[in-house]
């Protein structure tokens, strides 16, 4: 499984947020599962890890109810595999605020579904900016600051090592 993580990183560290700020920036998971990833993101942008830990009640509603880390007046990056409903990212949104983070929230997944209320509940949730890679089409005029990352070049890498029988240890995803 090819991982888009170092590209989306890349991207990321290009413009999401402003030079100064970068210094600053916490990674956040907003949830247990995605740790693992933002742990990954944390080590290529050199910034420190934050969790939220949530309680999903269906498969549109999410309660996040503590953070563990610091984000108090500091630009946070949230992280997660894929954005559907936005309901985790709005409500991991929701608790970095209450802990004081600064307003310049980013988000980041390498698949943008944006299914069902999505892009209001990002909206809703002041995102700043949302990065995503192509791997599904996007719209082409969104209702929010949506940044899209092609995977043509990490596609173009992994079929070259192959047909010269090179590893792709590095261009997969850390299981």
């Avoid at 170092?6 to 916490?26: C, I, T």
């Avoid at 997944?109 to 192509?134: P, S």
């Amino acid at each position: 499984m090819l991982t888009a993580v170092p590209l989306l990183a890349r991207e990321l560290g290009a413009g999401s947020l402003g030079e100064r700020e970068w210094d600053r920036a916490v990674v956040v998971a907003p949830d247990l599962g995605a740790v693992k990833l933002a742990e990954h993101y944390g080590a290529l942008l050199s910034c420190p890890v934050a969790v939220v830990r949530k309680v999903r009640l269906s498969g549109t509603r999410v309660v996040a109810e503590e953070l563990v880390g610091d984000v108090r007046d500091r630009p946070v990056v949230i992280v997660d595999d894929m954005i559907s409903t936005g309901g985790t990212i709005e409500a991991a949104a929701q608790v970095v605020a209450g802990h004081g983070a600064a307003p310049e929230i980013v988000v980041v997944a390498a698949h943008g579904l944006f299914v069902e209320a999505a892009v209001e509940r990002l909206n809703r949730a002041g995102i700043r900016r949302v990065l995503v890679t192509d791997t599904l089409a996007q719209p082409a005029t969104p209702a929010m600051p949506l940044g899209t990352c092609s995977v043509a070049p990490l596609l173009a890498d992994a079929i070259g090592r192959l047909h010269r029988d090179e590893p792709l240890d590095d261009l997969l995803a850390r299981v």
